[in-house]
């Protein structure tokens, strides 16, 4: 059975794709065909697409499918070459990059990636980040895609706490740790600012940077052409920012009269023997991803994900008893979370390298408890536009009082032992209990920062110069030594294998941990999924404002105690 599921992975770990192995010989490609793939919408950090999004056609895709399908094609001597149609991405800027990396090795390949825009938006700076590791890009005659530059945007609710009467006590360390003050301020703290700016000058410079790489520009060309706001596909190449304008069709001609066009779906169904891939080893390749809380996943529905302890811990534990794994490839998506839970997972991972190497790949975010299940591993790898680190600890207690006082509501209270007040809602703290719940707090940090210094092999004192919460960018972190490398998963897998003893031009397989749910437990959570969707439909609520909307869910995943969590508005756009 082993041997079956080894041969269905291919290239980068897609564990879901064994289709091919039921579907007898796969589509035959000539050579000098043209291979369609289309960019676009969601992708996600899991081995295999939710039933429901397939069901509905609102389509996640995992990311590690479509890095495979692109590895595929790099190895593909029979593609002339590949036309990425590109469409609104609904990725922050490690999958972005990743994306572009995979585009880039197409076009040393030789495979000739050719990148068509089709987008409508006020502003598309990622698209056109990830286009522009194309040899060529062109765009769709009705297209407007302006590269306007890059903007961040920040919700601060301790106005709306006052007006309906709660009164939020906060305990925090760190003058970074800005999650806590998204939940009682009114307005952004000058240490906040700081960081922001900070982090909004990194990912531009990575922009501009790839931008005028790929596209044979100086930086202030670069920079001129961001500032003069290019609106008309027309302006846009003036600028040299693109090839040309044509329609799709018309593009595809251009490559020859009478190639064979294969469009990605049934690029899909190539064996990866047909393109020489022949792993000598395979890696586990286990998933953390979402929110950091305590227990199993408990079948969590496909549009929350969560790094759930016991669940990743037991992937781990696997991957790491498992003879057929070589080594164990982290791949971590996560805000952060329960202190206590990243610590079980981080404690899985000194676990799991006992046994053989754990090397970490940061997807978009891996901050505050998602840099703490990171930082036991024997290398870290972040793309330069991942936000990491956040090391840094805050409790919220709200004070509802005031608000139940205003619905003509009565209370009382009755404790025992000195500090019980902490577990009330409607007394403010005695300031010996606050010293007392300061000294917890504390208490995590200290624990944190032992863990980062540890892993890390750094004085403690470094990592809290580090810490207090500061937000960081993968290229940042590499320069102040948080993380080791700054690449993708390829990346992460090439430590992997030095670290496993492999020759560097050794190819492996990903194993997926844990692996994709039953075809019974996707129907499972696909009608829990569909039976909440309707019920939200049926209220009739109009629709939040995307920023809203993330603050709102944001806020009610934050766990009760204290919390590892990275600033929710941290989407730089």
Same mark, same amino acid.
């Given at each position: 059975?082993?041997r079956?599921?080894?041969i269905?992975?291919v290239?980068?770990?897609?564990?879901?794709?064994?289709a %091919?192995?039921r579907l007898?010989?796969g589509p035959?490609i000539?050579p000098?065909s043209?291979?369609? !793939?289309?960019l676009?919408g &969601?992708?996600v950090e899991q081995?295999?697409e939710?039933?429901?999004?397939?069901?509905t056609?609102?389509?996640?895709?995992?990311?590690?499918?479509?890095?495979?399908q692109?590895r595929? &094609?790099?190895l #593909?001597?029979r593609?002339?070459?590949?036309v990425?149609r590109?469409?609104p991405l609904?990725v922050?800027?490690g999958k /972005?990059?990743?994306?572009?990396?995979a585009?880039?090795?197409?076009?040393?390949?030789g495979r000739r990636?050719?990148?068509w825009?089709?987008?409508?938006?006020f502003g598309?700076s990622?698209?056109y %980040?990830v286009?522009s590791? /194309?040899?060529?890009?062109?765009?769709a005659?009705g297209?407007?895609a302006?590269?306007l530059?890059?903007a961040?945007?920040?919700?601060?609710?301790g106005?709306l706490w006052?007006?309906i009467?709660v009164?939020?006590?906060v305990?925090r360390?760190g003058?970074?740790?800005s999650a806590?003050?998204t939940?009682a301020? *009114?307005e952004?703290?000058? +240490?906040n600012?700081?960081?922001?700016n900070?982090?909004?000058?990194?990912?531009s410079?990575t922009?501009v940077?790839a931008v005028?790489k790929?596209?044979g520009l100086?930086?202030?060309e670069v920079?001129?052409a961001i500032d003069?706001a290019?609106?008309?596909?027309?302006?846009?190449?003036e600028? =040299?920012?693109v090839?040309g304008?044509?329609?799709?069709?018309?593009?595809?001609?251009?490559?020859?009269?009478?190639?064979?066009?294969?469009?990605?779906d049934?690029?899909? *169904?190539?064996?990866p023997?047909e393109?020489?891939?022949?792993? =000598? #080893?395979t890696?586990?390749l286990v998933?953390?991803t979402?929110?950091?809380?305590?227990g199993?996943?408990?079948?969590?529905a496909p549009?929350e994900?969560?790094?759930a302890?016991e669940t990743?811990s037991r992937?781990?534990?696997?991957?790491?008893?498992?003879?057929a794994?070589?080594a164990?490839v982290f *791949?971590?998506d996560s805000p952060?979370?329960s202190?206590?839970a990243?610590?079980?997972?981080w404690?899985a991972v000194?676990?799991a390298?006992?046994?053989k190497?754990v090397?970490?790949?940061?997807s978009?975010v891996a901050a505050?408890?998602?840099?703490?299940v990171a930082?036991?591993a024997?290398?870290?790898?972040?793309?330069p536009?991942?936000l990491t680190?956040?090391?840094g600890?805050?409790?919220?207690r709200p004070m509802?009082s005031?608000?139940?006082?205003k619905?003509?509501?009565?209370?009382?209270?009755?404790?025992?032992?000195r500090? &019980?007040?902490l577990l009330?809602s409607?007394? +403010?703290?005695s300031?010996e209990?606050?010293? *007392?719940?300061?000294?917890?707090?504390?208490?995590?940090y200290?624990q944190?920062t032992?863990?980062?210094?540890e892993?890390?092999?750094?004085?403690?004192?470094?990592v809290?110069?580090l810490?207090?919460?500061r937000v960081?960018?993968?290229?940042?972190?590499?320069?102040v030594g948080?993380?080791d490398e700054?690449g993708?998963?390829?990346?992460a897998v090439?430590?992997?294998?030095?670290?496993a003893?492999?020759?560097?031009?050794?190819e492996?397989?990903?194993m +997926?941990?844990?692996?994709?749910r039953?075809?019974a437990?996707?129907?499972q959570?696909?009608?829990g999924?569909?039976s909440?969707?309707?019920a939200e439909?049926a209220?009739?609520?109009?629709p939040? +404002?995307?920023?809203v909307?993330?603050?709102?869910a944001w806020i009610?995943?934050?766990?009760?105690?204290?919390?590892?969590? !990275?600033?929710?508005a941290?989407?730089i756009?």
């Amino acid at each position: 059975m082993r041997r079956a599921l080894r041969i269905g992975i291919v290239l980068l770990g897609v564990g879901a794709v064994i289709a %091919f192995l039921r579907l007898g010989r796969g589509p035959s490609i000539e050579p000098g065909s043209v291979l369609l !793939v289309d960019l676009g919408g &969601a992708y996600v950090e899991q081995s295999s697409e939710p039933l429901l999004s397939r069901l509905t056609g609102q389509h996640r895709t995992p990311l590690v499918a479509l890095l495979s399908q692109l590895r595929k &094609a790099q190895l #593909d001597t029979r593609l002339q070459a590949v036309v990425l149609r590109i469409r609104p991405l609904d990725v922050g800027w490690g999958k /972005a990059h990743e994306i572009r990396d995979a585009i880039v090795a197409l076009r040393d390949a030789g495979r000739r990636p050719i990148a068509w825009m089709e987008i409508e938006s006020f502003g598309s700076s990622m698209e056109y %980040f990830v286009a522009s590791g /194309a040899e060529e890009v062109w765009m769709a005659p009705g297209t407007r895609a302006p590269i306007l530059g890059l903007a961040a945007e920040y919700l601060f609710f301790g106005g709306l706490w006052e007006k309906i009467g709660v009164t939020l006590e906060v305990e925090r360390i760190g003058e970074f740790k800005s999650a806590a003050e998204t939940y009682a301020a *009114r307005e952004m703290s000058d +240490p906040n600012r700081r960081m922001v700016n900070a982090l909004l000058d990194s990912v531009s410079g990575t922009f501009v940077s790839a931008v005028a790489k790929g596209r044979g520009l100086t930086e202030d060309e670069v920079r001129a052409a961001i500032d003069a706001a290019p609106v008309t596909p027309e302006e846009m190449k003036e600028r =040299k920012l693109v090839d040309g304008v044509a329609y799709l069709d018309e593009l595809v001609k251009m490559q020859g009269e009478g190639r064979a066009l294969v469009k990605g779906d049934v690029y899909a *169904r190539v064996d990866p023997s047909e393109v020489g891939f022949d792993p =000598k #080893d395979t890696f586990a390749l286990v998933y953390g991803t979402g929110g950091v809380v305590q227990g199993d996943d408990g079948g969590a529905a496909p549009r929350e994900p969560r790094l759930a302890s016991e669940t990743v811990s037991r992937a781990l534990e696997s991957a790491a008893k498992d003879d057929a794994m070589r080594a164990i490839v982290f *791949r971590v998506d996560s805000p952060g979370g329960s202190a206590l839970a990243s610590d079980v997972v981080w404690r899985a991972v000194q676990e799991a390298r006992k046994k053989k190497p754990v090397v970490v790949s940061m997807s978009d975010v891996a901050a505050s408890g998602g840099y703490y299940v990171a930082a036991g591993a024997d290398a870290i790898v972040a793309q330069p536009t991942t936000l990491t680190g956040s090391i840094g600890v805050f409790v919220l207690r709200p004070m509802v009082s005031g608000a139940l006082e205003k619905l003509g509501i009565g209370f009382a209270s009755i404790q025992r032992g000195r500090h &019980a007040g902490l577990l009330l809602s409607t007394q +403010p703290l005695s300031p010996e209990t606050r010293a *007392r719940l300061e000294a917890e707090v504390r208490s995590v940090y200290a624990q944190f920062t032992s863990r980062v210094a540890e892993g890390r092999r750094m004085e403690p004192a470094r990592v809290d110069e580090l810490g207090r919460g500061r937000v960081w960018t993968g290229a940042q972190a590499k320069e102040v030594g948080l993380v080791d490398e700054l690449g993708g998963v390829r990346r992460a897998v090439e430590l992997a294998k030095q670290k496993a003893g492999l020759a560097e031009g050794d190819e492996v397989a990903l194993m +997926p941990y844990p692996p994709p749910r039953s075809l019974a437990e996707q129907v499972q959570e696909a009608l829990g999924e569909a039976s909440l969707s309707l019920a939200e439909r049926a209220l009739g609520a109009p629709p939040l +404002p995307r920023l809203v909307s993330r603050a709102l869910a944001w806020i009610s995943a934050v766990p009760e105690g204290p919390a590892l969590v !990275v600033p929710f508005a941290v989407e730089i756009r």
